[in-house]
């Protein structure tokens, strides 16, 4: 089984090197590499044509759907796996991620796990729960583009990725291969390492971005409308006259940032004192972000600035 390794990068020069050194050292080699790259403004697209093995396209102003439709469309080969070059891979990740396709699948779901290098990184990558990877449930679960390979025929069955949605493509593709019932294995020894925002308006902007193309693709609305409903009721609760509805509010609050503080406390080690005050700020942080990006979203779709296909 031959393999085409692609991925799509935007101004990734701090992080393009160590990306392309872990896949040069995969015990199984892709058997080719096709990168596109957005329209760079530093030496990204440099270390790209400077690197062996690796066909490197530009394509300005690409959003990273059609990124990834032209590397498909580059590629020679009918299995396709998917990087990121915000990531770092270990040497079995792809031997790891072609398995269940050798085996019969349509589709193999790698995992993906944080690289924690500050205390800042140690409680934002807590906000998102990091199951074991024998947890996971492979009848829901549902691969990042970090970590993800296909067979050709596959993502042509649901139309490639969607060009129309500027962010969040590999759920809506993830939801499309789900609906037609394709046959998706978990692949978890297959690990992607990726780099939590190093800013909070870094932050912000990642979280605005997701939460806005959700909206657009009409993908979570009863996720979004809890946290609407939470955050209502919350402040509806702390301006009340009453006692009862603000210790009811603080109570579940606590329970709400339990698992986050957990997880951070965990990654953040003689910082663990720190992380548990500054986790749960940036757990209302990021909700905010979600928010206000989910409205924007519904917005861009109401207004027609954003048209999803139609049925």
Not at 4 to 33: C, K, M, W, Y
Not at 102 to 107: F, K, L, N, R
Request: glycine fraction near 10%; charged fraction near 20%.
């Amino acid at each position: 089984m031959k393999v085409s390794l692609i991925a799509t990068v935007l101004n990734a020069e701090d992080h393009v090197g160590p990306f392309l050194a872990s896949i040069a050292a995969q015990t199984r080699a892709p058997d080719e590499v096709v990168i596109v790259d957005g329209g760079s403004a530093d030496g990204t697209l440099d270390s790209l044509r400077a690197a062996d093995g690796v066909t490197a396209l530009l394509e300005p102003g690409a959003n990273i759907a059609r990124g990834r439709n032209l590397a498909i469309a580059h590629a020679s080969h009918e299995v396709i796996a998917v990087a990121d070059a915000d990531c770092t891979y270990g040497s079995g990740w792809l031997a790891a991620l072609v398995a269940p396709l050798e085996a019969g699948a349509d589709v193999a779901m790698g995992v993906t796990e944080p690289i924690v290098g500050s205390l800042l990184d140690a409680c934002v990558s807590a906000l998102s729960a990091q199951l074991d990877p024998t947890e996971l449930d492979p009848a829901t679960f549902m691969p990042s583009a970090r970590s993800v390979a296909f067979r050709r025929e596959a993502l042509d069955a649901v139309g490639g990725f969607p060009e129309w949605l500027p962010i969040g493509e590999d759920m809506w593709v993830n939801h499309r291969w789900r609906e037609r019932s394709f046959d998706m294995r978990l692949a978890p020894a297959a690990v992607a390492g990726w780099r939590p925002r190093a800013t909070l308006g870094g932050i912000w902007t990642q979280y605005v971005r997701y939460a806005r193309g959700d909206g657009h693709a009409g993908m979570y609305p009863e996720r979004h409308a809890l946290r609407i409903a939470v955050y209502g009721g919350l402040l509806l609760a702390m301006t009340s006259r009453r006692t009862w509805p603000k210790l009811l509010a603080v109570g579940g609050g606590l329970a709400y940032a339990r698992a986050p503080v957990a997880r951070a406390r965990a990654r953040a080690g003689d910082r663990a004192p720190a992380a548990t005050i500054l986790t749960p700020a940036l757990l209302a942080f990021t909700d905010l972000a979600k928010l206000t990006g989910y409205g924007l979203g519904v917005t861009d779709r109401l207004t027609g600035r954003v048209r999803p296909p139609q049925p």
